[in-house]
């Protein structure tokens, strides 16, 4: 399976801007994690693939899609968005995804799922999308696309990560933002380029924006 927009819709509860909505719309191919398929299927999108332990799509949805949309994993000792992940980037082979409604749920998922992006630190490979916010986990050296002024907020979750962030009112000369020491919350963007550099493991990245609703 291959696609120019892919899309994966994970479990979390989905209020749907028109922003969002367009980036569902526009996905090629679009993927759901088990109950993301109803968040689609809200706005009359079909997922092509349903992925995970299937115990919580309703059964409308299922009949709707029928079964041979479903790729049912069982497996109890991963969440169904890591599971997902799995099947996209390994079976599927997808070269990168955009994942929406991944945060905004209990805040445990929240948590497991923001460790998740972070676990695989795939860059702009993987964005998790939200309704104010994009997040991506680097490892290694990247500069990203900025406007000056823009709210970036940094972390990591392992204390021996150091991170040397640029471009930003307040930058970072190879400091430790774990999460439960000091984290870069709430920094700006000076210019049109902020350069992030994380050495011996991730950093997770939060880039704000603005959306509406439909």
């Known amino acids: ?3 120019t927009n892919p899309v994966l819709v994970a479990g ?3 209020a749907w801007t028109a922003e969002l909505a367009a980036i569902a719309a526009a996905g090629a191919p679009v993927l759901a994690a088990d109950s993301g398929a109803d968040s689609l299927a ?16 309703s059964p409308a949805t299922r009949a709707w899609l029928g079964e041979q949309a479903l790729v049912h994993l069982p497996d109890q000792d991963r969440t169904d968005l890591d599971k ?6 390994g079976p599927l082979g997808l070269e990168r995804l955009t994942v929406l409604a991944a945060t905004g749920g209990r805040l445990d998922h929240d948590a497991a799922n923001l460790g998740l992006l972070a676990r695989l630190a795939l860059g702009e490979r993987l964005r998790f999308v939200t309704a104010d916010a994009t997040l991506i986990a680097v490892s290694g050296a990247v500069e990203l696309a900025a406007v000056p002024g823009e709210t970036w907020s ?12 640029d471009g930003l009112r307040w930058p970072v000369a190879g400091g430790a933002l774990c999460l439960v020491g000091r984290p870069s ?3 700006l963007a000076l ?4 350069r992030v550099h994380a050495d011996g493991g991730a950093v997770v990245v939060m880039r704000q924006h603005r959306c509406s609703n439909v």
Request: glycine share 6%.
């Open 1 to 3: 399976m291959s696609g």
């Open 12 to 14: 979390a509860p989905l």
């Open 42 to 57: 809200r706005l009359g999108l079909r997922a092509e693939l349903v992925i995970g332990d299937l115990d919580s799509i």
């Open 84 to 89: 997902a992940l799995a099947h996209a980037f």
């Open 154 to 165: 940094f972390w990591t979750y392992d204390p021996a990560v150091t991170v040397r962030l």
């Open 185 to 187: 919350v709430s920094n």
């Open 191 to 194: 210019a049109d380029r902020v």
